[in-house]
């Protein structure tokens, strides 16, 4: 099966594609060809011709964009990984898979849009992309499913991946989600306050881990979740969860609770106290300086 992968570069330079490929350069653009491309690999089943890539382009540090051939149906294991000058990616309709770690950690990346026929997706494949703003997925994904940028399944009752450069200070969890996936806040270092709905009964290990920001948690079940994975607000400022009144127990995990009834993506006076400590401190600089 003949292939042609188009890579825009932010300068001018030879890669090494492997053998049998033809590579030239046309303005900034690198256009590859042929039928084969360094460390993909061609699987059949059922008669029809796969192409993946598996670690093909990692840490390219000079990649910008890219756009992939209607051949292609895979992405593999870290194909992408460390491409931090990568700032977009159109996954399009003929991909059916991404695989682990596929773009962990593009940097530069801001917005991934997920085409309709995407069934897989690896572990950690957004994986600390710093600046991603959004995870959008086309509406007619059987498999996946997006809100507000948020990446869920199809049903929206496994929220998946927050994406961590959003500038959201607060985030309400909607009520459909049943599991906080593993990891799927990490490092969202702008949220100061995150309302988890009385529908979640089970959260994933490290699902809150250093998010250095969040001071406000707030969770609306009355019940115990007796899922609650590892350190799931590792490296962060909570050490106690706002609860209803009737809430029928002493502790979140490990966690002390106030029996508050407060709700913190509507009432975030918590997320407020380090602003207001750091006004404060400026203030007092500025006098001892004048």
């Not at 997006?146 to 985030?171: A, E, M, W």
């Not at 490990?254 to 913190?264: E, G, Q, V």
Request: with cysteine.
């Amino acid at each position: 099966m003949f292939m042609l992968l188009f890579i825009t570069l932010t300068l001018s330079k030879s890669y090494d594609c492997g053998t049998d490929v033809d590579c030239t350069m046309n303005g900034v653009t690198l256009i590859v060809s042929g039928r084969w491309v360094r460390k993909y690999r061609r699987d059949y089943n059922r008669r029809r011709s796969y192409i993946h890539w598996e670690d093909s382009f990692s840490n390219c540090k000079f990649l910008t964009k890219i756009a992939i051939s209607t051949s292609v149906t895979s992405i593999g294991n870290s194909a992408f990984y460390s491409c931090t000058s990568l700032s977009s990616i159109d996954i399009s309709n003929n991909i059916i898979s991404i695989g682990d770690y596929a773009f962990e950690p593009c940097t530069s990346l801001t917005k991934v849009n997920i085409g309709n026929s995407v069934s897989t997706i690896g572990e950690y494949a957004f994986y600390n992309c710093m600046s991603l703003t959004s995870i959008d997925v086309d509406t007619s994904n059987p498999s996946y499913s997006s809100l507000d940028g948020v990446l869920y399944n199809k049903d929206k009752t496994l929220l998946i991946q927050y994406p961590i450069g959003n500038s959201r200070t607060s985030y309400s969890i909607p009520p459909s989600v049943t599991v906080i996936g593993e990891s799927a806040f990490w490092h969202c270092t702008s949220l100061t306050s995150i309302n988890i709905p009385d529908s979640v009964t089970e959260i994933d290990d490290f699902a809150f881990e250093s998010c250095i920001t969040l001071t406000c948690v707030s969770y609306e079940g009355t019940k115990e979740i007796t899922n609650i994975g590892k350190e799931i607000f590792g490296f962060s400022s909570i050490n106690s969860i706002h609860v209803p009144d009737n809430y029928e127990k002493d502790t979140f995990a490990t966690y002390k609770i106030i029996k508050d009834n407060k709700i913190c993506d509507k009432d975030n006076t918590d997320g407020a106290e380090p602003k207001m400590i750091t006004t404060i401190i400026a203030c007092l600089l500025v006098l001892i300086i004048f």
